[in-house]
Structures are given as structure tokens and as C-alpha cells.
């Protein structure tokens, strides 16, 4: 029988962290542990079992026999776990830290003001919020739930689709006024037309002109860091920017920004996925509440 002193579920999910995460740093920075903290842990585990569970010889982190045999059953060990804890709290409302990363159009425009209807329904979840356009590591942020526009890349990772969007193109009147409406793709030859400062999964904006499908190159400025920038850019008058009509739809009813080119638009879409860290039974009743209440309520 082992020790009351000795925390072995807490052992046990330390390892599994480390062997999921690849090193002893980067299970330390998403445990918030040093990485000597966590190294002292596993070699104490090790101690107690009686075997070497993980490789020291090489650079890259590598299970020996017994290491991966104990990740097996530790892993399996966690799962019972959670359900147990589960089954436990059965009839408790969701509650605990529900750490939310969108992209940032979608966080302005859609997040934020859904939130307070979501802390109503759930006032035992507390919401942290962070809004960026740069891709992120889920396990490295501690994020329960990414909200990501685009294709996604393929990963280990779970992705619940909430809408899609066509694009448009837009400028401000203003701009118009200053520098003519394009009304063919070779004509934006002499517009500026407004990037983002990071990579794209398309290089260009396509166009479809008379059953061909053409490619306009982007090489505006100012370049900017996010969509929502975008869009306040192309109101300002500075340029043409490439947006999801969802999120402009209320500038354009408004008469701030004006569609262009519609007749060559080629009717392509933008998703928008909610991706996030396991599923079925394992999924925290925290996020599952969060999931469908995003299915419930976004509209794009």
C-alpha cells in the first residue's frame, strides 16, 4: 500500500504531460512547474517503481519499454479518473477558469458580446479572453478553446465548425472618390490593396473573369496585424481590403464601405471552427457548455 504522503495520480498525470508534451520544459511550462521540479518528480517516480521510464541518452525525449507501458495504463488511469469525477459532480452546473483564444474579428464582434448572456447562463464559469490572429499552440497557452477563421491544419486537435462566410471585396467611399472604382482585376493594378503582415493560406485575392480564374497580387500598405485592423484601415480610406462579408455586412449597410468587383467574385468561403482538446467523455463540462452555446447563439 503506498504512503498517504505519496500524490500518485499527480505522479502519473506529470508523466503523461511530459510524454504528450515531448520534453521536461514544455510539460513544465503548461504545468507551471520548473523544469527541475518536473525532472526530480519523474526520476522520483522512477525511484519508487523500481524502472527506468524514460530515456536519458538522447536529445529527444524517449520512452524506454516500461515508459511506455506505464503511459498506457496511466493514460487510461486519468480517463477513469475524470469519468469518476464526473459521475460525482453529475447534477453540478459546469463551473471552474474557461480560457477562450479567438482570432480577433470574431472576438470584437461576435465573443465579447455573447459573453454576458454566457456568464448568466453560467455563473460558476469564469471567462478568460484573448483575442489574436496568430496561430497558437493550445497545450503551450492553456487554452480550453481556440476560435480560428481559415482551413484548418491537420492535427490531434478537435474542430466544431460554427459558420462560414463569403468573402468581399470593400473600400471606402472616400477612397473611391480619390482613386477611381476598379472594375476589372487588371485594374487593381492601381490600387492599393491592403495586406496582413503574417502568412496567408492564399497569396493572393481570386477573382473569376469570363469562366477564367484570375489571381490579383497583394502588396498594399499599410500591412496589419489582424482583420479587425483591416477593416479600420479600409475605413479610414487607405485602401481595397478582402474581408468576410460577415464581418463588414453592417459597414456596407451603412454605406461606410462599398462591395466591389461583385460580378467576379468566385463565391469562396471562409469557416470559422471552434478546435479544442478532447471529446466525448472526456471533454470538461465547462467547455461542452461553451461549445454548444456558440452552436446556439453565432450567426455569420
Same mark, same amino acid.
Given at each position: 500500500?503506498?504512503? %498517504? ?10 508523466? $503523461? ?35 527506468? !521510464? ?6 529527444? !525525449?524517449?520512452?524506454? %519499454? ?29 463551473? /471552474? ?7 480577433? %474579428? ?15 447562463? =453560467? ?33 490531434? *486537435?478537435? &474542430?466544431?465548425?460554427? /459558420? ?7 473600400? @471606402?467611399?472616400? =477612397?473611391? @472618390? ?14 492599393? !490593396? ?29 500591412? $496589419? ?9 479600409? *475605413?479610414?480610406? &487607405?485602401?481595397?481590403?478582402?474581408? &468576410? ?8 449597410? @451603412? ?20 478546435? =479544442?482538446?478532447?471529446? /466525448? ?13 456558440? &452552436? ?5
Amino acid at each position: 500500500m503506498a504512503r %498517504p504522503d505519496i500524490n500518485r495520480s499527480g505522479e502519473i498525470e506529470v508523466f $503523461v504531460r511530459v510524454v504528450e508534451a515531448g520534453s521536461f520544459s514544455a510539460a513544465a511550462r503548461q504545468l507551471r512547474m520548473t523544469p527541475s521540479a518536473v525532472s526530480k518528480l519523474i526520476a522520483r517516480l522512477e525511484a519508487r517503481l523500481g524502472a527506468r !521510464l524514460v530515456s536519458r541518452s538522447t536529445r529527444r !525525449l524517449q520512452l524506454t %519499454p516500461e515508459g511506455a507501458a506505464f503511459h498506457d495504463s496511466g493514460t487510461r488511469i486519468l480517463a477513469d479518473l475524470d469519468a469518476a469525477e464526473r459521475e460525482a459532480a453529475a447534477g453540478a452546473a459546469p463551473r /471552474g477558469r474557461l480560457r477562450v483564444n479567438s482570432y480577433v %474579428p470574431f472576438g470584437h464582434h461576435r465573443l465579447i458580446p455573447l459573453l454576458p448572456r454566457f456568464i448568466e447562463r =453560467y455563473p460558476e464559469i469564469s471567462v478568460e479572453a484573448v483575442l489574436t490572429d496568430s496561430v497558437i499552440d493550445l497545450m503551450e497557452e492553456r487554452a480550453d478553446v481556440a476560435i480560428r477563421a481559415g482551413p484548418l491544419r491537420e492535427s490531434r *486537435l478537435v &474542430a466544431r465548425k460554427l /459558420g462560414q462566410s463569403r468573402m468581399v471585396v470593400v473600400a @471606402a467611399p472616400s =477612397y473611391l @472618390a480619390a482613386r477611381g472604382t476598379p472594375r476589372t482585376p487588371v485594374d487593381l493594378a492601381g490600387h492599393n !490593396l491592403l495586406a496582413f503582415g503574417f502568412a496567408r493560406h492564399m497569396d493572393g485575392w481570386p477573382f473569376v473573369d469570363a469562366g477564367v480564374e484570375v489571381v490579383a497580387p497583394v502588396a498594399g500598405t499599410p500591412t $496589419v496585424s489582424d482583420g479587425e485592423a483591416m477593416r479600420l484601415t479600409a *475605413l479610414s480610406g &487607405a485602401g481595397l481590403a478582402r474581408l &468576410a462579408r460577415w464581418h463588414v455586412e453592417p459597414d456596407i449597410e @451603412a454605406g461606410r464601405l462599398v462591395p466591389l468587383l461583385e460580378d467576379l467574385n468566385p463565391g469562396d468561403l471562409e469557416p470559422t471552427h471552434a478546435v =479544442y482538446v478532447g471529446q /466525448g467523455r472526456h471533454l470538461p463540462a465547462r467547455v461542452r457548455a461553451f461549445l454548444d452555446f456558440l &452552436a446556439e447563439t453565432v450567426r455569420l
